[in-house]
């Protein structure tokens, strides 16, 4: 059944997008054109379209994004998914609720869907969407009331001030949408929302602390678009610095943590296994679910204030133990020997054979591996995938979940590995930036490139560059790790992430990069409009002393595709 999510009447031409679509990262935000280099809709337009896509992918900042398309003149008139749908659904929300932008958003099930896709224009009204000769009946969504406790309907009733009142009537809405029949407590929140990737994210936030917002639970905060302490001495414009730091002051200002990382997950205190709590950062939420056991869906930027500031998200998706089952049995044939290329690969593959479900991973319960080969797994997974959690047999806390009944199964092998590793370095050999820390280095990944890089020094036409969070820069500096990159020509940048960053501090005149993440080569040639390599940690050293990217891929890829 044709049910409405968010009401609007639209009108407009179709854009079917075969694959779901990052809006941050794979859309520019000024033009909402698709800059996503692995997307099949690549260089097309969403502004003025009434977009379908089965579902959005990746990042959690796309509310935001779709919300500063919207005060450019650029959104999108509506969007029509397939599946359930959180993220740009939540921006549609509130460039509506808020700020007068109505955008239409609607679910089909499957075969309204594929008719849908097959014209080239619809009308969207109250109660009915029109295409070519079909004529389909809208629903509102929640077709089961939501029940509130007495606090709750305290926070709707005002009890709590202005922004807490919005952030609850925000939270509600959402909850209906999907379809929860209540709310849960949370224990903790990742605010998502302070990166600067449109004046659109200092206008919510400065909003809603306007309004007396102030978080009632524990609330860390993403890597932001500056290093906040020294901007102005990087060279970073008044223009982008002052708003990039104003928005992080903001979440500061009503009682957010200045953590300054993406993976909250290296942070001293972190989840354990069945702790409800609402993280935004979709790094961290696969992290947090698949490794840690903890529960959280992917919230989307600004849904992720709104949990802070009342302690409250709805029950619905991965928070029910039910809805954690895997859907898709992904057996992978594993090499004789890999190096940990190997795991941000694999996630990228996974998350691309398992787009819209939650995969159990078989075939590589024989390896070990490390917190960190996990946490570039789950980022990469996060680049293609739009499910928020995945198991591993053997090696994650979930895996023995009993599969659902309608699970399947897919293979990934060796020519998959060769196809990615083709698709990932497309650049020169010739490299002039080594980008490290997309998510955020940990200690231990600082430690082992150090000691790959112990006694000598980065070419003199490459600048290497680690990005870190606060907690993991103040642990490499007490144990000697922090002088030891930069005695190799290594520059260290708190707070801001590669999938932040921006020109000064990314080095205007780099023309190739190259990083062992799987999520910034995915994410690189759009965000920084380069052409990238890719490899293990210790080929980043080679690269970084050599300035040349290696020529032929690693013995154990074999069977290259061309």
């Not at 749908?85 to 921006?91: H, K, N, Q, S, V």
């Not at 600004?302 to 057996?331: H, K």
């Not at 990469?380 to 399947?408: F, N």
Request: net charge negative.
């Amino acid at each position: 059944m044709a049910t409405t999510i968010v009401s609007a009447s639209v009108q407009g031409p179709l854009l079917v997008c075969e694959e779901g679509l990052s809006v941050w990262g794979g859309v520019n935000p000024s033009t909402s054109q698709i800059i996503d280099a692995h997307h099949p809709q690549h260089g097309r337009t969403l502004a003025g379209h009434i977009v379908m896509m089965p579902t959005s992918r990746g990042s959690c900042t796309g509310s935001g994004v779709l919300l500063g398309l919207a005060f450019a003149g650029a959104a999108p008139r509506a969007l029509i998914f397939r599946e359930g749908e959180d993220i740009l659904t939540l921006g549609a929300l509130i460039a509506g609720r808020l700020f007068g932008h109505e955008i239409a958003v609607l679910r089909l099930n499957a075969t309204e869907y594929e008719a849908l896709a097959r014209e080239t224009s619809a009308e969207i009204t109250e109660n009915h969407l029109k295409a070519g000769a079909h004529v389909w009946p809208l629903v509102p969504a929640g077709s089961v009331p939501l029940e509130l406790t007495e606090s709750d309907r305290a926070f709707l009733d005002g009890a709590h001030g202005e922004a807490a009142q919005l952030a609850m009537e925000i939270i509600a809405t959402m909850a209906t949408a999907q379809g929860a029949t209540r709310l849960t407590d949370v224990s903790r929140v990742h605010i998502d929302g302070c990166i600067y990737a449109s004046p659109a994210f200092l206008t919510f936030a400065r909003a809603m602390a306007d309004k007396g917002g102030r978080v009632r639970v524990p609330t860390t905060m993403n890597a932001i678009s500056v290093d906040h302490a020294n901007w102005r001495a990087q060279g970073v414009s008044e223009e982008f610095g002052a708003p990039a730091a104003g928005l992080a002051d903001a979440y500061v200002e009503m009682g957010a943590r200045p953590s300054f990382t993406c993976a909250p997950y290296l942070l001293e205190d972190r989840p354990v296994a069945r702790e409800d709590i609402a993280w935004a950062e979709s790094n961290a939420v696969i992290y947090a679910n698949s490794v840690l056991g903890a529960r959280t869906v992917k919230h989307a930027d600004f849904m992720d204030l709104c949990i802070a500031l009342t302690g409250r998200a709805a029950r619905a998706g991965v928070y029910l133990e039910q809805n954690r089952a895997p859907r898709r049995m992904i057996d992978v044939t594993l090499p004789a020997r890999f190096d940990d290329a190997f795991w941000p690969m694999l996630g990228w593959l996974v998350g691309q054979a398992a787009p819209d479900r939650i995969p159990l991973i078989r075939g590589i319960e024989s390896t070990a591996p490390s917190d960190d080969d996990l946490k570039a797994l789950c980022a990469a997974y996060g680049t293609t995938s739009a499910s928020p959690m995945l198991h591993i047999a053997g090696i994650t806390p979930e895996a023995s979940l009993p599969p659902t009944p309608d699970a399947d199964r897919t293979t990934i092998g060796p020519a998959d590995f060769a196809r990615l590793w083709d698709e990932f370095n497309q650049g020169a050999e010739q490299v002039d930036l080594v980008a490290l820390g997309s998510p955020h280095f940990s200690a231990s990944e600082c430690a082992a490139f150090a000691a790959l890089m112990d006694g000598t020094q980065t070419h003199p036409d490459v600048a290497t560059i680690v990005t870190l969070g606060r907690g993991t820069l103040a642990t490499i500096t007490e144990n000697g790790v922090k002088a030891r990159l930069e005695a190799s020509g290594v520059k260290i940048i708190p707070d801001l992430c590669w999938c932040s960053i921006s020109e000064p501090v990314f080095p205007p005149s780099a023309k190739v990069l190259m990083t062992n993440s799987g999520k910034y080569a995915h994410y690189a040639p759009g965000l920084s409009n380069r052409a990238v390599r890719f490899g293990s940690l210790q080929q980043c050293a080679e690269t970084a002393r050599s300035g040349l990217a290696p020529s032929s891929p690693p013995d154990w890829i074999v069977g290259r595709a061309h």
